[in-house]
């Protein structure tokens, strides 16, 4: 009956920190990839934005040193002694720091790139920076009120769950409000031209699984966290959700030349019926991004607009 109920508090706690080693460092692998893809783009981003995606594959970086070493520590350093795998070390708080960094830092970045699609939308983009400071706040108090509790156990935390909850309350609010306010402006944004609605529809289900995915993750954390007071399941969720939400971000970043290239068409034309906006057959052929046009419409009023997408995503 001991060892049972040893291999059950091992598998709930050793486990779930070897498991969630294992899914960051999957995902490191991936923010490596798209942090490669990323830099070797021909993109015309500002460099605030460039030094930003920097940071963000540093503080990345520094999340899965600190996730190694706490996995190292618990399975080697502490092997075959149960009692230390309560005792929180210092990397667990690292990876909390930098959890409340990422989030604020990417989300910060999502939300001026809504700023510069939309000017009005200053009401939803000061909630998102709000929840996200809050968020990184109460976080922020959660690690330090416990690194300065006399007893520096997995256990005691639970004291401290009002901070927690807090934290976690503000980040899943920010991310739902990010991707409603993202789905909303890009459907404004919808035109007639075919071509172009298919782009749009696509900006809208990354903006919808950016946030569904991490305020997902953020609920399942709150639910273990509450439901299994005397495991480390939790850790699971709460490690991969920075590393998504930074996935995220750069995924959206990369596919804009792919989205480019899909406005454009093969052949860099596109083409524009006119017999939808006013009664005439005849068609115009815009090329984008040169300076060639081939106009065969007299008079003919013509109710669209085509911006740079260079600009828009």
Not at 28 to 55: A, E, M, N, R
Not at 203 to 223: D, F, H, K
Not at 254 to 275: E, F, M, T, V, W
């Amino acid at each position: 009956m001991e060892s049972t109920l040893t291999d059950t508090l091992l598998n709930r706690t050793l486990g779930a920190l070897e498991l969630s080693t294992f899914i960051t460092s999957i995902l490191y692998g991936v923010t490596i990839l798209q942090t490669y893809i990323y830099f070797h783009q021909d993109s015309h981003d500002p460099v605030w934005l460039k030094c930003s995606i920097v940071c963000l594959w540093i503080f990345d970086t520094s999340h899965q040193a600190f996730s190694c070493h706490s996995s190292y520590t618990y399975t080697v350093t502490y092997f075959g002694n149960v009692i230390a795998l309560n005792n929180v070390i210092w990397s667990i708080y690292a990876m909390v720091y930098l959890t409340g960094l990422t989030d604020l830092l990417a989300r910060g970045i999502l939300c001026a790139r809504i700023w510069k699609f939309d000017q009005k939308a200053h009401i939803p983009v000061m909630m998102i920076m709000l929840c996200s400071v809050g968020e990184c706040a109460g976080m922020i108090a959660f690690a330090i009120k416990k690194e300065q509790s006399p007893d520096a156990q997995f256990i005691v935390a639970r004291s401290l769950s009002v901070d927690f909850y807090t934290g976690l309350g503000f980040g899943i609010v920010a991310d739902l409000v990010l991707a409603g306010t993202q789905v909303v402006i890009f459907y404004k944004q919808c035109g007639r031209i075919k071509r172009t609605k298919s782009i749009i529809h696509t900006l809208m289900l990354y903006s919808i699984n950016t946030g569904l995915v991490t305020s997902l993750c953020a609920i399942l954390e709150c639910i273990t966290w509450g439901a299994m007071p005397n495991t480390l399941v939790y850790v699971v969720f709460y490690t991969v959700t920075p590393q998504l939400l930074t996935n995220a971000l750069l995924a959206t970043l990369n596919a804009r030349q792919d989205l480019r290239d899909a406005a454009k068409g093969g052949s860099g034309l596109l083409s524009i019926p006119l017999s939808s906006i006013a009664p005439s057959s005849a068609a115009a052929v815009v090329t984008i991004g040169g300076s060639h046009r081939d106009k065969e419409v007299d008079h003919v009023p013509m109710d669209f607009k085509i911006d740079r997408m260079d600009d828009t995503f």
